[in-house]
């Protein structure tokens, strides 16, 4: 009989041990220390930059764009942080940060304008892995000092100081999520005490303080709203510029933003309340009130909110001329103004709802909307009435109306003898014709 030999018991036993002391061995070997890295050591061990003196490497990116250092930025992690170093010297500042908006020629505001949304990028790669608090406060401590950046500091006409700083904006956060875009808001606040800036004026009578009205508007359209292409984008920003204050305050702060200007640059508050403007002037104030309750049920605004903005912008700083109510109404489309119209025929305000679609109809005349939009706008309104003779008696205030607002006109252009008004009064009187025409069209077809 052949023996065969059994295996030892203690064969795994040993081989365990010997490979948990050759792991032992190993966790116990010195580890070599992390090099950090400093403008004086160059980049990482073995690159090609590793083997150039950093103030070779300076010499380098001094013969880079601006566009071409923010790609370089991206290769890595180090050449990130150097070129952070590299853009906090001051020589990098003073060459590539431009202080002077102050240009006779297109072509070099262009140029300016341009340098700033590559600046912008730039920021925006070279901070990309600093937390949000962190990039703005370095970004900005760059731009901080610069007059032309500031409210009321810059005095000249044609500065494109506010322009440049608002493509810079666009260019480094487009992309952020909201919750960022929010942190930047705030940090510009912050910055730039703009909501206690907003409040000194929004607080005051219309038009007193008209030097901080321009610089508020000027700040907040060319930094904040205009450079934006996406509706979204701008709604946003408007909104956080409204949403501090109360509706009041919101209507008098809209109309800074947005209301006519005069031909010296100024904002035009009286002129809205003396007579009708034309087309042109309302078109900013239509647009931003369409950005903000196009969709009501999108951007969280309630039909409520809206009405009460309105209401209180049509009467700052008194009750404005009817027609550029009317006008403004047009402007804003068929939903809003059948809204705003419905919601008065429902509180029982007939005359104020007649003599509004009277000018609404003269609007159309004047500006060359087609008379039937007036036409199913005031059947829509009709159908809100729920009995015939409500509805009789909302089309019989509008005929009376009709001859009222004709009269006045009248009344008015004989005793100013006013050309102006007397072919207001011709108007009139072709609208009158020209949407009865089309109403009864409608009605017999």
């Known amino acids: 009989m052949v023996m065969v030999r059994r295996p030892s018991r203690n064969a ?7 490979k948990s002391q050759q792991h032992r ?18 980049l990482t061990r073995g690159s090609f930059f590793h083997r150039l003196p950093s103030e070779v490497f300076d010499m380098i990116l001094d013969k880079l764009s601006v566009l071409e250092i923010s790609v370089f930025s991206m290769v890595s992690k180090e050449i990130t942080s150097y070129v952070v170093d590299y853009i906090s010297t001051l020589a990098w500042k003073n060459k590539s940060i431009i202080q002077s908006f102050h240009y006779s020629t297109c072509l070099e505001q262009r140029s300016t304008l341009e340098h700033y949304r590559d600046l912008g990028v730039l920021f925006k790669r070279s901070t990309l892995l600093l937390p949000t608090k962190d990039r703005l406060k370095f970004i900005f401590s760059k731009f901080s000092q610069i007059p032309c950046f500031m409210m009321e500091q810059c005095l000249a006409p044609d500065c494109i100081g506010f322009s440049s ?25 912050d910055l730039t005490n703009l909501l206690q800036k907003t409040e000194g004026v929004i607080s005051g009578k219309p038009g007193v303080r008209w030097y901080q009205e321009l610089q508020l508007r000027l700040f907040c359209r060319q930094v904040l709203l205009d450079p934006w292409p996406n509706q979204l984008d701008c709604q946003f920003w408007l909104t956080q510029l409204l949403k501090p204050w109360p509706l009041v305050s919101q209507a ?19 002129d809205l309340v003396e007579r009708g403007l034309p087309h042109g ?19 969280g605004q309630t039909t409520i909110s809206m009405l009460a903005i309105l209401e209180e912008l049509i009467v700052i700083p008194q009750p404005w001329h009817v027609e550029n109510v ?22 029982g305000r007939l005359l104020e709802i007649s003599r509004l ?37 909302f089309i019989q205030q509008l005929e009376n109306m ?21 072919q207001t009064l011709c108007i009139l009187q072709d609208s009158s014709a020209h949407f009865h025409t089309k109403f009864l069209h409608m009605l017999l077809r």
């Open 252 to 270: 008098h702060l809209l109309f800074i933003l947005y209301g006519p200007l005069l031909p010296e640059g100024t904002l035009g508050w009286q």
């Open 165 to 189: 700083y608002g493509v810079f904006l666009q260019a480094l956060i487009a992309g952020w999520d909201e919750l960022e875009c929010h942190r930047v808001f705030n940090f510009l606040c």
């Open 326 to 347: 009317a006008r403004l109404l047009v402007l804003c489309g068929s939903s809003l103004c059948y809204t705003v119209l419905a919601s008065k025929a429902i509180s």
């Open 357 to 393: 679609i009277v000018y609404i109809i003269l609007v159309c005349e004047k500006d060359g909307y087609h008379m039937s939009w007036a036409v199913k706008l005031v059947q829509q309104i009709c159908k809100v009435f729920n009995t015939a003779p409500e509805k009789f008696y």
């Open 402 to 422: 009709f001859s009222e607002v004709t009269r006045e006109v009248f009344e008015f252009s004989v005793a100013e003898n006013h050309m102006e008004t007397f």
């Open 281 to 299: 002037a309302l078109w900013d104030l239509a647009k931003a009130i369409l950005l903000l309750f196009g969709k009501l049920e999108v951007n």
């Open 25 to 42: 061995r190993t966790q116990n070997r010195p580890r070599p220390c992390r090099t950090y890295m400093t403008r004086s050591r160059c």
């Open 12 to 18: 795994g036993k040993y081989t365990v041990t010997l």
